[in-house]
């Protein structure tokens, strides 16, 4: 990566400070660029889902998994949790998705209470062997008594077809038919997944982030108190990918310290640490064992850090820098924080990262784990809320007295409560993935690239001004 002749930049940088300058290109189409991350995690899309309560659960895991990138489960979840999330995470088919499923004698309200956790909006109903009868929709209740059953608004004429038919095959069908969703079932004609058009289709562009045994991948983080080596050693039994030790300030001793410890237990596993953002940060975390370290103070959604104590660094500066001392050590950085747009991935991987850790943006999805919520104009959002928000803190330290609890959520750096709108046109973690790598591997094109390695020696950086920066927003809806 450079900067533009006489762009250098005087000052540190952030996302929209800067633009990517097209260059000569021979990368002809977008399906010509390979996505896939080259820091040992496995991740086919440079995406990684960052460690926040209000983000990273099961569903989030497998979605994500199915489509390239990695959720890091929070340091919050209980060993004996992270341990039931992976294998169930693990269970789960590589182009399938997990039906919710009940019977015809369940009430409509039972299938109005889960619908909310599927983007497609769907409940497959089977019979007392687990054979598929149909598919109820929300549209089909959305007018009929939350007590009737589900035979009364049962769609029975589904498509469905064995596990292993071809995705494209089901989706020709499917758009013969101009049906939304395939079942999907097993040897024994038991419904095992659900698969819409668009999944069909997904599955065609993605490679799922796979293990060496072919199961989804997922990481998961601790923090670095306590008995540091036992709770590493509890997070791998569990069987998790990829290890992240995380703290707000990682650069300190207890850091370096934790690191040892993680590295006596698994020489292996993939270590991310963090947060740092500078080289001397970034080197000292390496050299205490560091795989990955993770870039970022202060830029997040949540994070009120900057505002409280002064303390961070613009994130385009901070990413460029500890990039540059991990490649010299032949490691990598995730740009962690920040990402409120699809060129904000692309400029973080331009300058240097291997990947861009995602949070709050993708609270506001169906896959999150929060519940889905309306505000006062009908508008559906679910709640986002800071790691060291008091909110945090509190469900943290519920083992706590009520006076430790309450004097340490006294020294909060994040928002507790904060509403992400669920947007209608893409509602789903997997929309966002899509528009994500569709600008990405556009951002490839534009700079001559087919890998993202390539993207970074090759990209070209200029400095704009605020103008510049509104100048590239379209115009808003209704102008
Ligand atoms: P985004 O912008 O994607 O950022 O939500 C995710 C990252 O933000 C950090 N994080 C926090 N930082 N106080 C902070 O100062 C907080 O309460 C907080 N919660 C999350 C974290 O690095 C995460 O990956």
């Known amino acids: 990566m450079r900067f533009l002749e006489g762009h250098s930049p005087t000052h540190d940088l952030t996302y929209d400070d800067v633009y990517l300058l097209p260059s000569r290109s021979a990368v002809e189409s977008r399906f010509d660029v390979d996505l896939s991350t080259v820091d040992g995690t496995g991740a086919t899309i440079p995406i990684v889902v960052a460690n926040m309560t209000a983000v990273a659960g099961r569903r989030m895991a497998e979605t994500v998994a199915r489509r390239g990138g990695i959720v890091i489960l929070p340091q919050d979840v209980d060993p004996s949790a992270v341990a039931d999330i992976t294998a169930w995470v693990k269970s789960r088919h590589l182009v399938w998705d997990t039906p919710l499923v009940l019977t015809a004698g369940d009430a409509v309200a039972d299938a109005m209470n889960l619908v909310g956790k599927r983007s497609h909006g769907a409940v497959a109903v089977v019979d007392d062997d687990g054979r598929p009868l149909g598919i109820v929709t929300e549209a089909a209740c959305a007018d009929v008594d939350r007590f009737a059953r589900l035979s009364e608004v049962l769609e029975r004429l589904v498509l469905t077809v064995p596990l292993d038919t071809p995705p494209r095959e089901v989706y020709e069908q499917l758009h013969q038919r101009g049906e939304k969703l395939a079942l999907g079932v097993d040897d ?14 997904r599955s065609g562009i993605y490679t799922p982030a796979v293990d060496d045994n072919g199961r989804l991948r997922i990481g998961a983080a601790i923090g670095i108190n ?39 237990v698994s020489p292996s596993v993939p270590v991310v640490a963090g947060n740092v953002v500078t080289a001397e940060g970034t080197r000292d975390l390496i050299e205490a064992g560091a795989d990955i370290v993770k870039v970022g103070v202060g830029p997040g959604a949540m994070c009120t850090t900057r505002m409280m104590t002064g303390v961070g660094r613009p994130q385009l500066s901070a990413v460029i820098d500890c990039a540059a001392a991990a490649r010299e050590l032949g490691k990598h950085v ?16 331009a300058a240097g990262a291997s990947a861009a850790m995602v949070g709050s943006w993708f609270a506001g999805t169906y896959e999150s784990p929060g519940d889905l919520r309306y505000d006062e104009h009908g508008r559906p959002y679910k709640e986002s809320f800071g790691m060291a928000s008091k909110r945090a803190v509190t469900a943290r330290t519920r083992s706590d007295s009520a006076y430790e609890r309450a004097r340490k959520s006294l020294f909060e750096e994040g928002i507790s409560s904060s509403r992400m709108a669920l947007d209608p046109q893409s509602p789903s973690v997997e929309d966002l993935l899509d528009s994500i790598t569709a600008g990405v591997r ?38």
């Open 442 to 479: 556009s951002a490839c094109t534009y700079a001559g690239a087919a890998t993202l390695e390539q993207f970074h020696e090759r990209a070209v950086l200029g400095v704009q001004s605020p103008a510049g920066f509104a100048e590239g927003r379209p115009l808003p809806t209704g102008w």
């Open 334 to 349: 995730w740009a962690d924080g920040g990402i409120r747009h699809p060129r904000d991935v692309a400029l973080a991987l």
């Open 226 to 264: 306590g008995d540091v080596a036992a709770k590493a050693e509890a997070v791998l039994e569990a069987g998790v990918d990829v290890l992240v030790v995380d703290t707000a300030h990682g650069h300190q001793e207890k850091m370096l310290a934790a690191l040892k410890a993680v590295r006596s």
């Open 188 to 201: 024994n004609g038991r419904l095992a997944g659900v698969l819409t058009q668009v999944g069909a289709l």
